[in-house]
């Protein structure tokens, strides 16, 4: 299982971003997938979640109608279009796998390395 | 949104010594509460998911024990590669998805 996140970089207050991890091991579509991000200095807070199905995905409240998760199954790749960005999403992004195939048990045995997104003027 | 409060913030503790992480939930999360280690400039570990299950490859002397609101994690006799930071994590109360604020396990 290998997650490899890309997009990250610096932004100023208002702009968007996209952000991809690409998985190789496993398929994308099996897992119920994630982005959890890390402000620098802070500890873990989750961002979103999509269901393997792809039909059902939920959002931390702060990020509700800016980011959207999505993914791309012939890509193996899931993404986060981050819109309407604020210095207080300044972080590492992490995307990261649950467990259990098919199952909504959100906790992650499987971790990208992160890419650093930076808000700032 | 179920609040994790992890204690101490930081644990100063020598090899060899049992190390003991308390995870305090703001509300009942069953079992469904999940413990990762995390070094620096790295991705975070799952160590235990459900309160008390090793993941793949964890190390025995990592357990983790509670259920409703008070949980624990040991570290029976901590190894060198065990001083980093530790996260809690909750699924039973979601959205949010929360984490506790981590507990620093450093080399006294």
């Known amino acids: 299982v290998h997650l490899l996140e890309s997009g990250g970089g610096l932004v100023q207050p208002g702009g968007s971003l996209r952000l991809s991890c690409a998985a190789s091991g496993f398929s994308l579509s099996n897992y119920a997938m994630n982005w959890v991000r890390q402000a620098p200095g802070k500890g873990l807070e989750w961002v979103s979640t999509m269901r393997s199905s792809g039909d059902d995905t939920r959002y931390t409240d702060s990020v509700k109608g800016r980011f959207t998760i999505s993914r791309d199954n012939s890509k193996n790749t899931l993404y986060l279009q981050m819109n309407s960005l604020r210095a207080e999403d300044t972080a590492v992004y992490y995307c990261?796998?649950?467990?259990?195939?098919?199952?909504?048990?959100?906790?992650?045995?499987?971790w990208g390395q992160g890419t650093l997104v930076t808000v700032s003027s | 949104e179920t609040v994790l409060t992890q204690s101490p913030a930081t644990l100063s503790l020598s090899p060899g010594e049992r190390a003991t992480l308390s995870c305090r939930a703001s509300q009942s999360v069953d079992s469904y509460l999940a413990w990762y280690q995390q070094k620096p400039g790295q991705a975070p570990r799952l160590l235990i998911y459900?309160?008390?299950n090793r993941a793949t490859g964890i190390p025995a002397r990592f357990s983790g024990s509670g259920s409703g609101t008070d949980f624990t994690l040991t570290i029976s006799s901590l190894e060198p590669e065990d001083f980093a930071f530790y996260y809690c994590?909750?699924?039973?109360?979601?959205?949010?998805?929360?984490f506790g604020q981590g507990t620093r396990l450093e080399i006294k």
């Open positions: 990261a796998k649950v467990a259990i195939s098919s199952s909504w048990d959100i906790f992650f045995d499987g």
């Open positions: 459900d309160a008390s």
């Open positions: 994590q909750q699924r039973k109360n979601w959205p949010p998805i929360t």
